[in-house]
């Protein structure tokens, strides 16, 4: 049996004007290499998920979350070659200002705002998809979450 390793993190569906910011990963692992993905990383020693998803929206993207609204949690396992990786994603929705986005060029090819229901089409992680779905079965899209 493989060890199984856990990962706390967090992801933001930063939303701007009706559209989704997702940023294309550039990753050594090929299963994640070129996948689209939501803003996002692990919480760290004694921070809250609050506190770490502004963090790292701002270090991925150089944007400012001006709200942020927790809608859940989502487990999700990863079979790698050496280990189990257990994550547990805290999922906010965070509306982010005006500005350009900076994505960081060693971890990520490019970056895209579809619409909420044009993201569904980006070739990316099951877990985004998962999460994507969830965030849209408890949101009104013309007025946020319900």
């Known amino acids: ?13 930063c939303e701007r004007d009706g559209r989704l910011l997702l940023i294309q990963r550039k990753d050594t692992n090929q299963q994640w290499d070129h996948a689209w993905e939501f803003p996002g990383g692990k919480l760290e020693e004694g921070e809250s998920a ?56 060693d971890k990520a090819y490019q970056h895209a705002w579809p619409t909420i ?3 569904l089409s980006y070739d990316s992680l099951s877990a985004n998809q998962d999460i994507l779905k969830r965030f849209i079965a408890c949101t009104d899209i013309e007025h946020g979450l319900k």
Request: with cysteine; hydrophobic share 40%; net charge negative.
């Open 117 to 119: 229901t044009e993201a």
């Open 1 to 13: 049996m493989k060890p199984l390793k856990e990962l706390e993190i967090v992801v933001g569906l």
């Open 50 to 105: 609050e506190d770490a998803i502004a963090r790292e929206i701002k270090e991925e993207t150089g944007l400012t979350v001006s709200s942020s609204t927790f809608f859940g949690m989502h487990h999700h396992d990863w079979d790698l070659p050496d280990k189990t990786l257990r994550v547990h994603i805290h999922c906010f929705h965070c509306v982010v200002g005006d500005g350009d986005v900076v994505i960081e060029v």
